[in-house]
Every structure is written in structure tokens, then in C-alpha cells.
């Protein structure tokens, strides 16, 4: 489990900004939500393709 830590005065992302974006389907890529249930973006390996 991923665990985040707050950093004092940074600015918030942009809601419509993913924080990750996937060109390839990929079976190895995880969805990454904000605790709200916004979609953040997606990670997945380097080599996944």
C-alpha cells in the first residue's frame, strides 16, 4: 500500500490534470484514486506494453 505524506504550501493539483496518463492497454496497470474517488491517474510498469 502506498502511503502519502502532505508537503506544507504546495498547491493542489488541477482537478482535470491526471497525474499519470496511459497511452497502451496494459494488464499491469493499477488505477491510482484520490481518497474522494477521483481518478488520478494510472502506473504501470516500464516495460508493459
Known sequence: MLQRE???GAAP???AA????LERRCVDA???????GRVLGW???PACG
Open 6 to 8: 502532505a508537503v506544507p
Open 13 to 15: 493539483p488541477e482537478s
Open 18 to 21: 491526471p497525474a499519470f496518463f
Open 30 to 36: 493499477r488505477r491510482v484514486d484520490a481518497p474522494d
Open 43 to 45: 502506473l504501470a510498469y
